[in-house]
């Protein structure tokens, strides 16, 4: 996970987090373009930053995993100024695109394999979000009328020519996708720590909830050709996590609700 030193503090982060970054250095260590995120070096906490409410579910899932011991500490969730703020603990170990794990493909891809299938085994009693596909389907065909697809980012094996080839797959499959499992809901390299080869735990879980397996099937699939460069480990990471419980039409589905975001 990348680190950049920045000159200071942000000067509207709530005075509620001031004691956990005082006196220390920051590092911004942000992925993606709909949150930020700072890295604490003295205490080692991660600080997100995005808008106002679209932490709350990753908070609340945060702290089931934690409570299974697959997930950091949650120590602040706080909205301030139209903002949500979630500060977490770090966690021991690195995430999955760390050179030690990548330089041993075969083994990070049969370890992720079953990790996942672990995680789809657990008992999911109590967990906060109870029926995540409901919710994942609906996105997926509101995507689609407003116009939001892309295909681009998915191998050929995944991926649909247009967009109504996708949402009349998605349409007619809908109901295959269950709610049954727990998943992470974005199964990808850098969201899965291990310490050694031996897992330490999940991260960003703002998708995660009780839902279909396949989701996080598709993910897992995917990651492995983004990350490594080549789709070589995609039918091994199936055979690894159990071919028994992977149905090549569900991840279609999946596939067709994935391109619409």
């Known amino acids: 996970m990348k680190k950049t030193l920045i000159s200071s503090v942000p000067a509207d982060i709530p005075r509620e987090l001031l004691p956990y970054i005082k006196d220390s250095r920051i590092f911004d260590s942000s992925s993606s373009p709909e ?43 706080l909205t301030s100024g139209g903002e949500d703020f979630l500060l977490t603990a770090k966690m021991r170990g690195e995430d999955c695109t760390s050179d030690i794990f990548l330089t041993s493909p075969e083994r990070l891809c049969d370890t992720i394999a079953e990790e996942l299938r672990i995680l ?5 009693s109590g967990c906060p979000i109870m029926n995540r596909t409901e919710v994942y389907i609906k996105t997926a065909l509101e995507n689609y009328k407003s116009g939001n697809y892309d295909s681009s980012h998915f191998p050929d ?75 070589k480990y995609r039918e091994r990471f199936f055979d690894a996590y159990g071919r028994d419980r992977v149905d090549k039409y569900a991840l279609k589905v999946v596939a067709a609700a994935e391109v619409f975001g």
């Not at 998605?170 to 992470?184: A, C, K, P, Q």
């Open 35 to 77: 949150a930020r995120v700072y890295y604490v070096e003295r205490g080692g906490y991660y600080l997100k930053r995005a808008v106002g409410g679209s932490l709350e579910k990753e908070a609340l899932m945060t702290e089931y995993f934690h409570s299974k011991g697959l997930g950091t500490e949650v120590l602040e969730y």
């Open 120 to 124: 789809h085994g657990l008992d999911y």
């Open 157 to 231: 094996s995944f991926g649909y020519s247009s967009a109504e080839e996708a949402i009349a797959v998605l349409r007619e499959g809908r109901d295959v996708l269950r709610s049954d499992t727990l998943i992470h809901g974005d199964y990808c390299l850098p969201n899965i720590i291990l310490d050694g080869w031996g897992l330490a735990g999940f991260i960003d879980l703002g998708n995660a909830g009780v839902a279909d397996r396949h989701i996080d099937l598709f993910w897992g699939a995917w990651t492995l050709g983004f990350n490594l460069g080549t789709d």
